[in-house]
């Protein structure tokens, strides 16, 4: 089945330790989004990609990057992270972005930072 | 960013009774999108809403948007054990697909 896949789905992480998590797509969609979730809070969108194109909204801090190599895969990477970056990353993908379009979600990493 | 905002936030109710809940925004969008999450997992998409409808329905789901109150709601009839879950309603201002989620509405199925 075409899915979104989300590895690890638990991270633990030091203080300032930079971590990446990982994100690839089987359904060859063209855009890629990373979301982060605190704990009974909304997803609030991080950046996507449309192809090979980045797009950061404007509060994400500089810590968070990401890098997408190819279609399929997608990176969040945090370079320092703090006790409040500690959430559930969701990466969902779309095939577009124009129009309608809906985004398939997978099952999130949970960050765990001490 | 804007983002909706889900009313109630915690809802308990017995099997095979109904469930609504309630998402308000503040600026035009254009459309609503509503998203279900189980405990710890990630989203799944449910129903869509596009500006210029008033009314959708998809199984035991029915949605409504009012863009004059900038509010919409989701129904799920006759609700089962298994839609207990957190329900999130989220905007698209633009139609590019960038989402701005609401609070979310935790729904609790008693069986």
């Known amino acids: 089945d075409a899915m979104v896949i989300q590895n690890p789905r638990y991270q633990v992480t030091q203080f300032g330790k930079p971590v990446t998590l990982s994100c690839s797509q089987t359904l060859n969609h063209n855009v890629m989004y990373w979301y982060q979730q605190k704990s009974s809070q909304a997803p609030k969108l991080l950046f996507h990609y449309y192809d090979k194109d980045f797009n950061n909204e404007a509060d994400t801090p500089d810590n968070f990057q990401s890098r997408r190599p190819n279609t399929s895969f997608c990176f969040l990477d945090i370079r320092s992270p703090g006790l409040g970056d500690a959430a559930m990353y969701l990466c969902?993908?779309?095939?577009?972005?124009?129009?309608?379009?809906?985004?398939?979600f997978g099952p999130g990493t949970r960050l765990t930072v001490t | 960013s804007q983002q909706g905002e889900e009313d109630p936030q915690a809802l308990s109710i017995q099997e095979g009774e109904n469930a609504t809940m309630n998402c308000s925004y503040k600026t035009s969008i254009n459309n609503l999108q509503w998203y279900r999450q189980n405990s710890g997992r990630g989203l799944v998409h449910l129903i869509l809403i596009r500006s210029n409808e008033r009314e959708k329905h998809s199984g035991r789901l029915r949605v409504t948007l009012d863009t004059s109150k900038k509010s919409s709601s989701l129904l799920i009839t006759a609700s089962r054990a298994a839609d207990t879950a957190s329900y999130f309603c989220?905007?698209?201002?633009?139609?590019?697909?960038?989402?701005?989620f609401g609070k979310g509405n935790q729904v609790v199925v008693i069986p």
């Open positions: 969902a993908t779309s095939m577009g972005l124009a129009g309608v379009n809906e985004q398939y």
């Open positions: 989220a905007t698209d201002l633009y139609g590019n697909n960038r989402l701005a």
